[in-house]
């Protein structure tokens, strides 16, 4: 297989790496479209697919420098095929198909959300990764994600998804709603350090259905009105400067979000047995949510594998490295079949 090329452009990061086949990282640069989006209070699909186009050049070629190889040295490549912008994804993935047409190698189309499920075992600083012992389960949380899953080692079984609203998505919300600009998830998880989340005990959200999945926009709501309640309009805030009652509020509906995904991690425990569980996504950097679920592994006896931060957002080093294991089980690595698909559940 020799070095692989990994390029993402699902959303709002441009980014390409070079992993070696044994998911050493020798480079991964990612290139953050969050200005040219904060002044709209999220992404736009335009906006993204565009920047893509401008930024990727530059993008591939200090991936390759950092690494200290040219393409001739690549020996396959990995692309976002899904889910994802539409627009955004086939930036990326005609990229990968050009080049791959063009010095013959071969292309496996990556699912974004199997890219995080495994970044959780990438080490940072060119060190190997750690070995996934199969099964474990794998709790993906992002701006647009919150999936629970058992990993086997040829399958990939969908146990939750949410029904609504993501918990990153609902992060950004209240952000923007409190005044505190995007994204969301990190200005709360600094305000959320310094209050107290069991003032205001939100309801723990369930699809109503008795399933186990995941719901949060009744959280959202809630959280929206206590704002209202408050006065507070969207109007811009300083972070460090907030009634100390506001950053309990904040502290509060983290705690919330948190709890709802332990309780499904815990429930999941109960009835299956979780082996390892593999954490991911942007919102795996979120500090409380790190700790909360490093402690109950602990208390369970159950290894939690947390990613490196450089490795929660949008990165092509996880795209990479979910390429290499996606061949390894005999995905399609033909540049013609891959194929960009906006919807794509994990274990489809
Ligand atoms: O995985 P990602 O880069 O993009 C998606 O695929 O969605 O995740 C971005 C999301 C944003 O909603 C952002 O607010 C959230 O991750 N996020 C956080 C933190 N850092 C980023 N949420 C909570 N706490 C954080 N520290
Ligand atoms: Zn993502």
């Given amino acids: 297989m020799g070095l692989v090329l990994g390029i993402e452009t699902s959303c709002d990061e441009t980014s390409a790496a070079v992993l070696d086949e044994d998911g050493r990282v020798r480079s991964n640069v990612v290139s953050s479209q969050m200005q040219a989006h904060a002044r709209y209070g999220g992404v736009v699909p335009e906006v993204a ?13 200090e991936a390759l420098e950092r690494a200290g190889v040219g393409l001739e040295e690549i020996g396959m490549i990995a692309a976002t095929a899904g889910p994802g912008l539409i627009g955004a994804l086939l930036v990326g993935l005609s990229a990968a198909k050009a080049i791959a047409f063009a010095r013959n190698l071969p292309l496996v189309g990556v699912n974004h959300l199997e890219g995080h499920l495994f970044s959780a075992f990438l ?9 996934a012992e199969y099964p474990f389960h794998g709790l993906v949380v992002s701006g647009g994600h919150a999936e629970l899953v058992r990993v086997e080692e040829d399958r990939i079984v969908a146990l939750a998804r ?6 990153g998505e609902a992060f950004d919300k209240i952000a923007r709603r409190a ?3 995007y994204p969301g998830g990190p200005v709360v998880d600094r305000i959320a350090a310094k209050g107290r989340g069991d003032r205001f005990p939100f309801a723990i959200g369930r699809a109503g259905d008795g399933s186990r999945d995941f719901s949060f926009s009744g959280l959202k709501t809630a959280m929206l009105r206590e704002l209202e309640k408050r006065g507070v309009d969207g109007k811009p805030l300083d972070p460090e400067a907030l009634d100390p009652e506001l950053v309990d509020l904040l502290a509060s509906f983290q705690r919330a979000i948190v709890a709802a995904l332990l309780d499904r991690v815990r429930a999941v425990h109960v009835e299956e047995g979780v082996r390892a569980l593999a954490l991911s996504g942007g919102v795996a950097a979120n500090s409380e949510l790190r700790a909360t679920l490093a402690d109950w592994g602990r208390g369970a006896g159950v290894p939690v594998y947390l990613p490196d931060r450089s490795f929660t957002t949008d990165n092509a080093a996880m795209i990479a490295w979910a390429g290499v294991i996606g ?16 919807r794509w559940p994990l274990g489809a």
């Fill in 327 to 342: 061949a390894r089980r005999g995905a399609p690595t033909d540049p013609a079949a891959a194929a960009a698909r906006s």
């Fill in 179 to 181: 005044g505190l600009g």
């Fill in 162 to 167: 949410t029904r609504d609203d993501a918990p």
């Fill in 49 to 61: 697919a565009r920047a893509h186009l401008e930024n990727l050049p530059a993008v591939l070629e």
């Fill in 123 to 131: 080490r940072p600083g060119g060190d190997a990764p750690l070995p």
